[in-house]
């Protein structure tokens, strides 16, 4: 999800290529990157918003990654 500075955060459309989370978490995952962009103008502070929900209502230890140009390789265990 991006937001060019022309654009609200409300105004961009989320695009989900790879995912293994129920469609539920996938909205809310959406709803709270739009509302950490219309919140925080730093990508850290995107990050941790997000991060920090996610702990808190799935209970678990989550990681996210905000931003253009970055590489990542992240496995996961159940």
């Avoid at 500075?5 to 739009?34: F, G, H, L």
């Avoid at 962009?37 to 996210?64: G, P, Q, S």
Wanted: hydrophobic content about 35%.
């Amino acid at each position: 999800m991006s937001a060019p500075s022309s654009e609200k955060p409300s105004d961009v459309k989320a695009v989900i290529k790879s995912v293994d989370m129920s469609e539920e978490m996938q909205e809310t995952a959406t709803q709270m990157a739009v509302t950490a962009l219309e919140k925080y103008a730093v990508e850290k502070d995107v990050a941790m918003y997000i991060k920090k929900e996610f702990d808190r209502l799935y209970n678990t230890t989550w990681h996210c990654v905000v931003g253009k140009h970055f590489g990542s390789f992240v496995t996961h265990g159940e």
